[in-house]
């Protein structure tokens, strides 16, 4: 997309890229494409019959017909411009559902509950990042090999010896919240935007010497209050060599992809630099190739300069001509994301190459029969030898905001939305999830293998499993935020049928009046909790894709966002919990036992009252460590005291099994907040911001500090 001069950028596409910024993708990156975005609020039919394999003008022409009716809706839909400026109006945001890693991201097992293979290296000494399917590798704040720690911390790569714990070397990273992916001694490094008022490295760029900086001694933590040291300031900024470019790309990259060699743990490379404009969904890696999805919205911005925002009639119906005239003039440059691509044969400046032009060729562009808007869900294939190659590149116009990867395909997912002029007076019926189905085999882009749609919208990647060629997805029927008399709860089947996702079974009318809080599948069998007072635990037969059938069913207080197999017929589950009315008690962690499909029961639970735990709506927080059979994860506990309330935060061990669940021991590091958990060696590494508490599980409490700045 061309750039723009986001200066002259009206507020009423500010305001509406605000409502779009609010609702959460699973990647927890802000939108930041075409500099300001506005948000699909058009009604959309079911985009299932897509073109392809055609030439630029007739995608221009396809992007010049549908924008009018877009931006019409999401502007002069409103009665004015104060009125838009302000919020008066419901926005298409408010109608999207928020997606967790979800998280982010933001994600199925065997019917027999074990533990995912994902969660425990070769050796069994060593765990890795908590994923949804084996095989499928997904990003998060820290990666290890079991020789060495990965991790984030601010705007730096951290890498550590998992032996001792020391800090190698620190790299720094294109902006706060990047994830990492690591394939033996390559890393990919997904971030949002850098922004050019400070410098990121850029292929060639190590540490000013290429090695790493001195950091203080490992602290030792008193056991009878493990603590760090006092927050350390702010780290000095380095200086960078060699520098970056001096001039910022032609667009505004809103995802930045780092490849790097580390190889050398003490002085790792970028070799390859990717800036995209798009928005970062999500990234699933098989078979050692990443498939990262970005979400990209044209800049509406030149096609309303001479739009009025003064009301209807008259003046509405010369807004509409001035913003059909503004779109005729567009060229395809205006509506489809740049790239900007730069690599490096050694660290001078003069061997760096940077490529720029458009990410995907229009060939390789879908474009639904109907008008589904003009946002765009873009494909991309990194290698982690050869780097990101735009030629590999496959672009849906459609909307992204959840993904979920099995060993074969890829799926994108996003609610449609209704036109912003019927929001508050739309029925559930309106709510549907679009469906996008990708061929991960072979090498090249990801071929689009079809498309559907079915009712409701999703919670998270967790509500979408494919099994034996079947896609079984679970969604809430209603209008999202649910809990309305119309809401309930369904599982549908689909499969490919040519290009067509098509239903071939369903079972509905789960948990009426109620929202589904958590879905786990595991392989012929599918668990969704409901809530709305109680929590029901559903147990789904999918042996029969055709037939589904609700098998079993648990109605008890309170009610678990995450579900996690930790062993033959058993499930542990951690939520909220509740009263008989819904009242919210504080965590609630239970183990429940589902061999018999027909009759779960619930055989033990753990509250914390006045605590939350960010392992309830973010998986990958959660740690299952087979061998000492725990269940680990970070916890924030608020209380009173004599000088008001109090707060302590730490990673807690809970020890669970048929027996009870019990707490062994809260690992915290004063002044800071946990993040993660994870066992290197044998040894309990608890993640703090700026610092890492490294614990025998004999002697939890008895932990060794290390700083990271």
Same mark, same amino acid.
């Given at each position: 997309?061309?750039?723009?001069?986001? %200066?002259?950028?009206?507020?009423?596409?500010?305001?509406?890229?605000?409502? @779009?910024?609010?609702?959460?993708?699973?990647?927890?990156?802000?939108?930041?494409?075409?500099?300001?975005?506005?948000?699909?609020?058009?009604?959309?039919?079911? /985009?299932?019959?897509?073109?392809?394999?055609?030439?630029?003008?007739?995608?221009?022409?396809?992007?010049?017909?549908?924008?009018? $009716?877009?931006?019409?809706?999401?502007?002069?839909?409103?009665?004015?411009?104060?009125?838009?400026?302000?919020?008066?109006?419901?926005?298409?945001?408010?109608?999207? $559902?928020?997606? %967790?890693?979800?998280?982010?991201?933001?994600? @199925?097992?065997?019917?027999?509950?074990?533990?995912?293979?994902?969660?425990?290296?070769?050796?069994?000494?060593?765990?890795?990042?908590?994923?949804?399917?084996?095989?499928?590798?997904?990003?998060?704040?820290?990666?290890?090999?079991?020789?060495?720690?990965?991790?984030?911390?601010?705007?730096?790569?951290?890498?550590?010896?998992?032996?001792?714990?020391?800090?190698?070397?620190?790299?720094?990273?294109?902006?706060?919240?990047?994830?990492?992916?690591?394939?033996?001694?390559?890393?990919?490094?997904?971030?949002?935007?850098?922004?050019?008022?400070?410098?990121?490295?850029?292929?060639?760029?190590? $540490?000013?010497?290429?090695?790493?900086?001195?950091?203080?001694?490992?602290?030792?933590?008193?056991?009878?209050?493990?603590?760090?040291?006092?927050?350390?300031?702010?780290?000095?900024?380095?200086?960078?060599?060699?520098?970056?470019?001096?001039?910022?790309?032609?667009?505004?990259?809103?995802?930045?992809?780092?490849?790097?060699?580390?190889?050398?743990?003490?002085?790792?490379?970028?070799?390859?630099?990717?800036?995209?404009?798009?928005?970062?969904?999500?990234?699933?890696?098989?078979?050692?190739?990443?498939?990262?999805?970005?979400?990209?919205?044209?800049?509406?911005? /030149?096609?309303?300069?001479?739009?009025?925002?003064?009301?209807?009639?008259?003046?509405?119906?010369?807004?509409?001509?001035?913003?059909?005239?503004?779109?005729?003039?567009?060229?395809?440059?205006?509506?489809?994301?740049?790239?900007?691509?730069?690599?490096?044969?050694?660290?001078?400046?003069?061997?760096?190459?940077?490529?720029?032009?458009?990410?995907?060729?229009?060939?390789?562009?879908?474009?639904?029969?109907?008008?589904?808007?003009?946002?765009?869900?873009?494909?991309?294939?990194?290698?982690?030898?050869?780097?990101?190659?735009? @030629?590999?590149?496959?672009?849906?116009?459609?909307?992204?905001?959840?993904?979920?990867?099995?060993?074969?395909?890829?799926?994108?997912?996003?609610?449609?939305?209704?036109?912003?002029?019927?929001?508050?007076?739309?029925?559930?019926?309106?709510?549907?999830?679009?469906?996008?189905?990708?061929?991960?085999?072979?090498?090249?882009?990801?071929?689009?293998?079809?498309?559907?749609?079915?009712?409701?919208?999703?919670?998270?990647?967790?509500?979408?499993?494919?099994?034996?060629?079947?896609?079984?997805?679970?969604?809430?029927?209603?209008?999202?935020?649910?809990?309305?008399?119309?809401?309930?709860?369904?599982?549908?089947?689909?499969?490919?049928?040519? $290009?067509?996702?098509?239903?071939?079974?369903?079972?509905?009318?789960?948990?009426?009046?109620?929202?589904?809080?958590?879905?786990?599948?595991?392989?012929?069998?599918?668990?969704?909790?409901?809530?709305?007072?109680?929590?029901?635990?559903?147990?789904?037969?999918?042996?029969?894709?055709?037939?589904?059938?609700?098998?079993?069913?648990?109605?008890?207080?309170?009610?678990?966002?995450?579900?996690?197999?930790?062993?033959?017929?058993?499930?542990?589950?951690?939520?909220?919990?509740?009263?008989?009315?819904?009242?919210?008690?504080?965590?609630?962690?239970?183990?429940?036992?589902?061999?018999?499909?027909?009759?779960?029961?619930?055989?033990?639970?753990?509250?914390?009252?006045?605590?939350?735990?960010?392992?309830?709506?973010?998986?990958?927080?959660?740690?299952?460590? @087979?061998?000492?059979?725990?269940?680990?994860? /970070?916890?924030?506990?608020?209380?009173?005291?004599?000088?008001?309330?109090?707060?302590?935060?730490?990673?807690?061990?809970?020890?669970?099994?048929?027996?009870?669940?019990?707490?062994?021991?809260?690992?915290?590091?004063?002044?800071?907040?946990?993040?993660?958990?994870?066992?290197?060696?044998?040894?309990?590494?608890?993640?703090?911001?700026?610092?890492?508490?490294?614990?025998?599980?004999?002697?939890?409490?008895?932990?060794?500090?290390?700083?990271?700045?």
């Amino acid at each position: 997309m061309r750039t723009r001069d986001v %200066s002259r950028t009206l507020a009423a596409a500010a305001a509406i890229a605000l409502a @779009a910024t609010a609702c959460s993708s699973e990647s927890a990156a802000p939108p930041s494409t075409g500099g300001q975005q506005v948000s699909q609020g058009l009604r959309s039919s079911a /985009p299932v019959l897509l073109q392809s394999d055609r030439t630029c003008d007739a995608v221009l022409e396809d992007f010049q017909e549908f924008a009018p $009716d877009v931006l019409e809706d999401q502007v002069l839909g409103f009665s004015s411009e104060e009125e838009l400026a302000l919020g008066g109006e419901a926005t298409a945001g408010e109608a999207m $559902d928020s997606s %967790s890693a979800g998280a982010t991201p933001d994600s @199925a097992q065997r019917s027999s509950a074990p533990a995912p293979a994902a969660l425990e290296a070769g050796d069994g000494s060593t765990s890795t990042t908590n994923t949804q399917e084996d095989g499928i590798d997904e990003p998060d704040v820290v990666e290890t090999d079991g020789d060495f720690v990965y991790l984030v911390d601010q705007e730096e790569l951290v890498i550590l010896d998992g032996a001792t714990a020391e800090v190698l070397s620190r790299t720094r990273l294109a902006s706060y919240g990047s994830q990492l992916l690591l394939q033996g001694d390559r890393m990919l490094v997904v971030s949002g935007g850098g922004g050019w008022d400070r410098p990121f490295p850029m292929p060639g760029i190590v $540490d000013d010497t290429g090695a790493a900086e001195p950091v203080p001694e490992p602290l030792p933590v008193e056991p009878e209050g493990p603590v760090g040291p006092e927050p350390l300031p702010e780290p000095t900024p380095r200086p960078i060599d060699p520098p970056m470019p001096v001039e910022p790309p032609s667009f505004f990259a809103g995802t930045v992809l780092q490849l790097l060699d580390v190889s050398d743990r003490r002085a790792p490379a970028v070799v390859q630099t990717t800036e995209i404009e798009g928005q970062h969904v999500s990234t699933r890696v098989a078979d050692g190739v990443a498939r990262v999805v970005v979400s990209s919205y044209p800049d509406a911005q /030149p096609f309303m300069e001479d739009v009025s925002f003064d009301g209807g009639g008259a003046s509405r119906t010369a807004s509409r001509r001035a913003l059909s005239a503004g779109v005729a003039e567009t060229t395809i440059e205006d509506w489809l994301p740049s790239f900007r691509s730069t690599v490096v044969d050694d660290t001078s400046v003069a061997s760096r190459t940077s490529t720029e032009g458009q990410l995907v060729a229009c060939e390789d562009v879908f474009v639904p029969e109907v008008n589904a808007g003009i946002g765009q869900t873009s494909v991309l294939r990194v290698d982690f030898a050869d780097g990101f190659d735009p @030629a590999d590149t496959t672009t849906v116009v459609a909307e992204a905001s959840t993904v979920y990867a099995s060993t074969s395909t890829l799926y994108v997912a996003a609610n449609t939305y209704v036109s912003m002029q019927e929001q508050g007076r739309v029925v559930g019926e309106d709510f549907t999830t679009a469906l996008h189905a990708f061929d991960l085999r072979g090498d090249g882009a990801a071929g689009h293998l079809g498309a559907g749609e079915i009712p409701g919208h999703l919670l998270n990647q967790y509500s979408l499993s494919e099994h034996d060629g079947h896609l079984r997805v679970a969604t809430t029927e209603g209008a999202p935020g649910g809990g309305g008399e119309d809401s309930q709860a369904g599982v549908r089947v689909l499969r490919l049928d040519g $290009d067509r996702l098509v239903e071939v079974g369903a079972v509905t009318g789960l948990g009426v009046t109620e929202t589904i809080q958590s879905v786990r599948f595991m392989g012929p069998v599918g668990y969704v909790v409901t809530f709305r007072q109680t929590d029901p635990l559903y147990v789904i037969d999918l042996s029969d894709p055709t037939a589904p059938a609700t098998v079993g069913e648990l109605k008890i207080p309170g009610f678990s966002s995450y579900l996690h197999p930790v062993g033959e017929g058993r499930l542990v589950g951690i939520g909220r919990d509740a009263d008989l009315q819904g009242q919210d008690l504080g965590v609630l962690v239970s183990l429940f036992d589902v061999s018999d499909p027909t009759a779960p029961t619930q055989l033990q639970t753990w509250t914390e009252r006045h605590a939350w735990s960010t392992a309830g709506t973010d998986p990958k927080a959660f740690l299952h460590w @087979a061998p000492e059979s725990a269940v680990i994860v /970070p916890m924030d506990r608020t209380g009173r005291g004599e000088g008001g309330v109090t707060s302590r935060s730490g990673i807690v061990v809970l020890d669970v099994d048929d027996a009870g669940i019990t707490e062994r021991a809260m690992v915290t590091a004063e002044g800071r907040y946990p993040s993660r958990a994870l066992v290197v060696q044998g040894r309990l590494w608890s993640l703090f911001d700026g610092g890492v508490v490294t614990s025998d599980f004999g002697a939890l409490e008895g932990g060794t500090f290390t700083p990271l700045r």
